[in-house]
């Protein structure tokens, strides 16, 4: 089991950036694919963006496409959510998952085994 860690978020107005970073532990980070989802209230929980375990494939949600970044380093076990040109739609919980199988890319919630406890992103209008 792995356990993550995220950080970054808060409150912004809309047009601003914000930069998550999720901290992983406990098991070769390096091996699974890493995905950042999000839950607003009243709403499922949504796919936003999965980076490879090598970090050279990613894929990103339709609505984030072009605005936000994911990356990772896997020398530091983390991964990050590079979130540019917000917008109030944007407000969520943002949540960092690890993938469930090793070397395994995928975008639904049931691809990913491990998740961190959420951090809220609020953007005025």
């Known amino acids: 089991q792995v356990q993550l860690v995220e950080s970054g978020g808060g409150l912004v107005q809309a047009g601003d950036s914000l930069r998550l970073s999720c901290a992983a532990s406990?098991?070769?980070?390096?091996?699974?694919?890493m995905g950042w989802f999000r839950q607003a209230p009243g709403k499922e929980r949504e796919f936003v963006a999965v980076i490879s375990y090598t970090g050279t494939n990613t894929y990103y949600a339709d609505s984030v496409k072009g605005r936000f970044t994911i990356s990772r380093d896997n020398a530091k076990n983390t991964v990050y959510l590079q979130m540019n040109s917000l917008k109030p739609e944007d407000t969520a919980v943002y949540y960092c998952?690890?993938?469930?199988?090793?070397?395994?890319?995928?975008?639904?919630?049931?691809?990913?085994?491990?998740w961190g406890q959420g951090t809220q992103v609020t953007v005025s209008s």
């Open positions: 406990g098991r070769a980070f390096s091996m699974y694919a």
């Open positions: 998952a690890a993938g469930r199988r090793p070397y395994y890319s995928g975008n639904h919630p049931s691809d990913f085994g491990s």
